[in-house]
């Protein structure tokens, strides 16, 4: 997870970092949308705009997940 600000807003998002090493912060709207947005180039700066960027490690469960992914759809 990625926490930041931009244009200052605080936003909150999962992060993924691509080959080059560019931090991408996606960020997804309750409706299924959602936004990628570059939070730290591939030199270690933030782009402007960014700031007080922090990288969060939250754990995750496969079982859990695979659990949740055999749920019944709901009608």
Same mark, same amino acid.
């Given at each position: 997870?990625?926490?930041?600000?931009? *244009? +200052? %807003?605080? !936003? &909150? $998002?999962?992060? &993924? !970092?691509?080959?080059? +090493?560019? $931090? %991408?912060?996606? &960020?997804? !709207?309750? *409706? $299924?949308g959602g936004e990628e947005v570059v939070v730290c180039l591939p030199d270690g700066t933030m782009p402007e705009g960014i700031s007080d960027l922090e990288l969060v490690r939250v754990p995750m469960v496969w079982e859990s997940i695979l659990m949740l992914a055999m749920l019944p759809a709901s009608s």
């Open positions: 997870m990625c926490r930041f600000t931009r *244009d +200052g %807003i605080p !936003e &909150l $998002g999962e992060y &993924l !970092e691509s080959v080059d +090493g560019t $931090g %991408i912060c996606k &960020l997804t !709207e309750l *409706d $299924g």
